[in-house]
């Protein structure tokens, strides 16, 4: 009997040896295989990290996410969200004027360290770690309602510097985590939306002012903050934590968050060590996170493809053996997926309308615009009309839901159904 148990006991020691071997070989294959990407996604915030300015400007350009402090905003979240919809032109409540004012050295700092584009990169990390987005979050709205009571007072150009600040750190915010490129995308996406509707609603602007604008927004479109870049940063992540458990040896004691326990499979340890089932569950939940950022690009071109998010199938140990499933739910993704358009919609809306106000001659608007862009939601361009007497027009998306189902006329805000219009009445409007 003593025979047979020790006989057993070797056999599982020969069992758990191997298993060991072969899932920290996969942990190397894993890491081996995209050091390139880790390398290239460094440069490349690298690059973004100079400052905006050229000599002396560049010097004096200190400031830094990092050195941001908190709010604590007041106001229920309800009456924020309510006034930041309301666009431009739209008077806030004495109580959220009060938060402005409260706030105005944290909005200073912002606003500065949004004109100086410095990260904070560390060693270890192929994005840029923002702390808490919450911070982010708080100060983007105020500058956004600020922006709203700005345009109220008749002060455009004031309220474009809020609208494409918060835009700007939307852009900045895609260098960051998953949460951070969501959090900036849903500012940005309010961001260009106001932009839009300002400059379809204000006066009109100078000739040397829609250019500068025109550029300052090509600028900001570069960088995006995109559901793809998302995606690939949550993979990045992932890699980095099989870096810590190669270098360290933390299996199976002192795993990191991203690769905690599998959930319902310790009973498995019993027999293979923990090596083994992280060496299983990383590379296929790398492979899976491909799949839907790859989806996610092929979306930015037909918004249809997102629906092949139904297509990817991951077993249950994989999606247990990290934190990532309840963000990469099916559904999640595809609510992702349609703010993501409605994101490039809102900013193609907002290239749009400066195009129409550059392209105003002799009293009246063109007939067309010279180069519409594709509707991101939907299946044909962007749609423009000028009204009968040529003095106004309109420009919208079908949105975030791909249906052409009557958006909303006031300040570029969505309809419920997710259709975005701008629209221009006259020469003056506010």
Known sequence: MSVGLAATAALLMVVRTGASGWGQSRLREYLDATQAEWDAERAQIRERSRPAGEGGAQQRCGASYASLSGIEMQAHPEKIKRAIEAGPGARPSPELLAEIERHRPEMDAFRQAARCSHYELTEDSAWVEYGPVWRFMSVSRLALIEGHELAAKGDVRGALDRYLTVAKVGADM??????????????????????????????????????????????????????????????????????????????????????????????????????????????????????????????????????????????????????????????VLQDFAGRDCALRASYLLARATVEAERAYADGVYPEALRSLAQDPCGTGPLVYRRSSNGEGYTLSSVGGNGNADGPRAAGGTPHASGGIVITRRGASVL
């Open 174 to 331: 895609s260098a960051g985590s998953l949460i951070d490129g969501l959090v900036g995308m849903q500012n940005a996406t309010h961001a260009y939306r106001a932009t839009a509707a300002l400059v379809a609603g204000a006066p009109r602007l100078h000739a040397a002012e829609l250019a500068d604008l025109d550029q300052a927004l090509a600028e900001r479109g570069r960088d995006l903050p995109l559901l793809a870049d998302a995606l690939r940063k949550e993979r990045l992540r992932l890699r980095r934590a099989v870096m810590s458990l190669i270098d360290t040896g933390a299996l199976p004691e002192q795993l990191p968050p991203e690769v905690r326990r599998p959930i319902g499979t310790i009973a498995l340890t019993t027999v293979l060590p923990e090596s083994a089932l992280v060496g299983h569950a990383l590379p296929r939940m790398d492979a899976w996170l491909r799949g839907a950022e790859q989806i996610a690009r092929d979306a930015q071109r037909d918004v249809s493809q997102s629906a092949r998010f139904q297509e990817i199938a991951i077993d249950s140990l994989v999606l247990h053996a990290t934190e990532l499933n309840p963000t990469m739910s099916v559904d």
